[in-house]
């Protein structure tokens, strides 16, 4: 990540859980799971009762959030309308519970140059929490060409999801 100077956002989520780690806060992720589009990692933080997230994205809309959120479902939700594929499709469906990476602190997840593939492979195993109802899904619009444009400002045309029509 760092010889190569580019990151997905798994691997800024758990750059930035270890510097909250750092900072005192327990180093926790959070996967935001989509359809026709790729997931999302964030690494979680509390402060004052609040969550918030730090995040890597080729969106611009898909970073940080202030902890203003009282419950993961309300941060989660805070990402639904600024969550499209490339053609303009409404993707965020559901989130995962707290992935502790305090749980793999034995393998130096936090300074390994190793694979930590283990550690995306550990999301399989948490409970994922709906957002939207059928209904819901199939009343979604598609957001207007100037959000879409500026969710794709900077973006890396090469790591962009692609999407079925």
Not at 46 to 57: F, L
Request: aromatic share 12%; charged share 20%; glycine share 6%.
């Amino acid at each position: 990540m760092f010889e190569e100077r580019t990151a997905h956002c798994c691997e800024g989520a758990l750059f930035a859980a270890s510097r909250l780690c750092v900072l005192g806060f327990p180093p926790l992720l959070m996967d935001l799971r989509a359809w026709n589009d790729d997931d999302h990692v964030i690494a979680l933080f509390k402060s004052d009762g609040c969550w918030g997230a730090v995040a890597k994205s080729n969106f611009t809309t898909l970073r940080y959030r202030e902890p203003v959120y009282r419950t993961l479902r309300e941060l989660a939700m805070s990402y639904f309308d600024f969550y499209f594929n490339t053609i303009g499709q409404k993707t965020l469906r559901a989130y995962s519970s707290p992935l502790r990476l305090s749980q793999f602190d034995k393998r130096g997840w936090s300074t390994s140059d190793g694979d930590l593939e283990y550690i995306g492979d550990s999301f399989a195993k948490l409970a994922y929490h709906p957002l939207l109802s059928e209904a819901q899904t199939a009343a979604l619009s598609t957001v207007d060409e100037a959000l879409l444009h500026a969710g794709l400002l900077g973006s890396n045309p090469a790591g962009l999801y692609r999407p079925k029509e």
